[in-house]
């Protein structure tokens, strides 16, 4: 069948890819600022990650295939075709057992490899706990989205997948608000920065023309000790939320670089040129299974059923993002650069610099890649690339 051909097709090419980059991870040599015993580990704990990758992404083309070959056909005798409701459900049941196998490895990934990488700090009770939270709003949240998704399919005829972009984009910014004050609440608590350390930022952060409604600091090293800080919401909802195990590990004027970069994309504009590069591909994917809709539902064994084209964008709609993903993360690493020049600008080049090599040391993380690989899945350029244009910046 063609829809397995090609999502077999995506997953050898990007195997290909993932082995690259372990070669080149293997016959790379310390030229960096790590010490040797550093450089040594960060190379096994890379390896792992895209040996695990790839069986990851192994494991779901399997699955993808028994659905397609067998599952479908099981299932859908239980199910009415042209019920929102039943069709609703066949597409939750998809995500669950997916989610229900795939949660082994990286159970396993994450309470064994990462524990020993010095990496999680979660307990298996901690773990389940996520996990039963996270299939919870995967039922309520997805389950919502899915229906809407679903009617608008049943309803346009051949101009479905119009509404379905119009649909999932709104949902996409609605997800900017919701998830830092309503999402990430569930899974952590947000404290308030106090002290000196918010005073510098409320600071800096009126330098740069940015209003948010607090600055926080979020209790991540109860599962994880990588090092993290972002952005969240949109409007009057933004949020600065600093990892506390970021704030334990860096200068308060590395802190403030972090903080400047991430700022830099604020007064370029970044974020909203992505959303709407995003959206972008998120229309020609949709346009694209709108205009083979009608193949794509006899690929399925879902013939009449209102879910077949959406199965074919979940399916086959990953194979869509990674031919225009040269393109979009070409333009996301433009972005960092530039961003960084901004933390440099608005602080020092060697706070800047020095974050990025705490960064890069907490969180274990290689300083190059294979310049394919880089090429087709890096949002960010390699820290050494980043570090060398910092240096030869006149800043």
């Known amino acids: 069948m063609l829809i397995i051909s090609i999502i077999s097709v995506i997953f050898v090419i990007e195997t290909i890819l993932k082995l690259l980059e372990i070669n080149h991870i293997k016959t790379k040599t310390n030229k960096g600022f790590l010490s040797d015993e550093q450089f040594i580990e960060f190379k096994n704990i890379a390896i792992v990650e895209h040996k695990f990758s790839i069986l990851n992404n192994f494991l779901a083309l399997i699955l993808n295939c028994v659905f397609i070959l067998v599952l479908f056909n099981v299932l859908k005798v239980h199910f009415e075709p042209n019920s929102l409701l ?67 399919i049943a309803k346009l005829g051949e101009f479905w997948w119009i509404g379905g972009f119009v649909i999932l984009f709104i949902f996409s910014l609605l997800a900017m608000v919701i998830y830092p004050n309503f999402i990430v609440p569930l899974f952590n608590k947000l404290s308030p920065v106090e002290g000196e350390l918010r005073d510098d930022i409320a600071k800096l952060l009126d330098e740069c023309g940015f209003k948010s409604n607090g600055v926080f600091s979020m209790d991540a090293s109860k599962n994880d000790t990588r090092l993290n800080a972002y952005f969240a919401g949109m409007f009057g909802a933004k949020k600065v939320v600093l990892y506390d195990t970021l704030i334990n590990a860096m200068s308060k004027d590395e802190l403030l670089a972090v903080l400047a970069h991430e700022l830099g994309h604020f007064k370029h504009k970044d974020i909203l040129k992505m959303l709407f590069i995003s959206g972008l591909n998120l229309l020609i994917t949709f346009a694209f299974f709108g205009y083979f809709s009608s193949f794509f539902e006899n690929q399925f064994n879902l013939e009449g059923f209102v879910s077949s084209p959406l199965f074919a964008f979940i399916m086959v709609g990953s194979a869509i993002s990674f031919i225009l993903s040269p393109i979009l993360n070409s333009i996301s690493r433009k972005n960092e650069f530039s961003a960084d020049k901004h933390g440099a600008i608005k602080t020092s080049k060697n706070d800047m610099i020095s974050a990025l090599k705490v960064l890069a040391i907490h969180n274990k993380a290689l300083l190059d890649h294979n310049a394919i690989y880089e090429m087709i899945y890096k949002t960010h350029p390699s820290l050494s690339r980043r570090i060398s244009v910092l240096n030869d910046s006149h800043i």
């Not at 949660?103 to 298996?124: E, I, Q």
């Open 86 to 152: 039943d069709n609703t459900i066949l597409v939750l049941l998809y995500f669950i057992i997916n989610s229900c196998i795939l949660t082994c490895l990286d159970y396993y990934k994450t309470m064994v490899v990462d524990t020993k990488h010095g990496f999680n700090k979660k307990t298996p009770k901690m773990y389940f706990k996520d996990l039963l939270k996270s299939l919870i709003l995967l039922v309520i949240i997805g389950g919502a989205l899915v229906y809407i998704l679903l009617f608008a």
